[in-house]
């Protein structure tokens, strides 16, 4: 069933807020699985100027988060370590759908260097013998000479056999997975059925209109190698048979489940979201929906960077008003806004200047800071801030 878009733009997105658990966050310890079953997974990433991008997602969807809540869920086996679209949490019950990629890796598909056998044979028969390890616990048997990815030989073989599934992370020490035998980690009774495309394209579109509300074949097989195809068929299939209806919105032909349509309260908080969030990972889909042309800089040279290394995208409900290029100095207590930059509209908004304060101050308390300073803004903002949102910072604190 083709049809037009059934709610007005600001409710889809009201909905998506809510889809995404930004809107209606949790409040107990068990959130942190509950978002991580709802979004499907939370990408890992090893930047710390501020704290990690799995807990800052998890943070802005749990109340009074902790990130010792996600080292508690790995340890307790209710979520595991794999490739969504990138490293990332994912929930156990979703386990046997991470066998696809692992199959498809077994059987000779390259994940990023060409696998070796004898170093992966030496290091899982020391797992086997000696239990968990981590690549610093192999002697260095080669010369870095390369970038960061330049590899041991050692890393080289866990990382293929843990994407081939062979071994699976029970923790983490200092960044770095400490891996032991699948056989060893895996909880009894985990369905370990390997599924066929057919439900694979299945499981990604179940996934991913769950939390994103509608979706296009790309959105839905985004980075996931040789499923496109799969996916814009069963979504046609699906389509046709009335399970799915399809509608166009602005060019775009995408896909919704016409039971998700409940329209939730509308959402009215300032959202600082990290670059790795679930809601704008995929930029296109964030600059159709939401009209922000925003790109992540830590992978551009300092020189050439427009904005800043860590920039935050921060929202306004639904609104998208601005970025901040965010560091933490933790030793001192301090959360620098490196650069700042508002919309104008929203500056002499009494709601939004009050909002924006409490996200700065609950956000600078999450990095462990006590104090925020505006390091670079344009002057009129730079004034506004010192004037409307630091005396307000100020009276949090004290």
């Excluded at 704290?51 to 802005?60: D, P, Q, W």
């Excluded at 010369?143 to 599934?165: C, N, V």
């Excluded at 071994?167 to 032991?180: I, P, Y």
């Amino acid at each position: 069933m083709t049809t037009t878009l059934p709610l007005s733009s600001a409710e889809f997105l009201q909905l998506l807020l809510a889809k995404q658990q930004l809107s209606n966050p949790q409040s107990r310890r068990s959130g942190a699985l509950q978002v991580i079953e709802q979004l499907g997974y939370v990408q890992i990433d090893s930047v710390n100027v501020v704290e990690r991008a799995h807990h800052h997602v998890l943070f802005n969807r749990v109340k009074n988060y902790q990130p010792k809540w996600l080292d508690d869920l790995l340890e307790q086996k209710q979520i595991f370590e794999y490739w969504s679209h990138a490293a990332a949490f994912l929930p156990m019950r979703d386990f046997r759908f991470s066998l696809y990629r692992k199959a498809q890796l077994q059987q000779g598909q390259k994940h990023w260097f060409a696998p070796d056998h004898q170093q992966m044979r030496e290091v899982r028969a020391r797992i086997r013998a000696e239990g968990p390890l981590k690549a610093a616990d192999f002697a260095k048997t080669t010369e870095a000479s390369g970038p960061w990815w330049d590899w041991q030989p050692a890393k080289k073989a866990l990382e293929q056999l843990f994407m081939q599934g062979e071994l699976m992370v029970v923790r983490r020490e200092r960044f770095q997975k400490v891996l032991d035998l699948t056989e060893r980690v895996l909880p009894a009774g985990t369905d370990c059925r390997v599924p066929d495309e057919r439900e694979y394209a299945q499981h990604l579109i179940e996934r991913f209109l769950q939390c994103h509300v509608a979706g296009t074949a790309a959105q839905i097989s985004y980075l996931r190698p040789g499923m496109k195809a799969p996916v814009t068929h069963l979504l046609k299939e699906l389509a046709h048979g009335g399970v799915l209806h399809n509608f166009q919105y602005q060019g775009q032909s995408y896909y919704v489940d016409p039971t998700q349509w409940q329209l939730p309260a509308k959402a009215t908080q300032v959202y600082l979201l990290n670059p790795f969030d679930n809601l704008l990972i995929q930029r296109q889909r964030l600059q159709h929906w939401f009209g922000a042309d925003y790109q992540l800089e830590i992978y551009v040279p300092a020189e050439k960077r427009q904005f800043g290394y860590y920039s935050l995208p921060v929202f306004y409900g639904t609104a998208y008003v601005g970025l901040m290029d965010v560091k933490a100095q933790r030793d001192q207590g301090v959360l620098l806004l490196q650069h700042l930059q508002l919309a104008p509209l929203w500056l002499g908004k009494s709601r939004f200047v009050q909002q924006f304060a409490k996200a700065l101050q609950t956000y600078a308390r999450f990095n462990g800071c006590t104090d925020v300073v505006l390091v670079r803004a344009e002057p009129k903002l730079k004034h506004w801030f010192q004037n409307e949102i630091s005396p307000l910072l100020q009276r949090e604190a004290g």
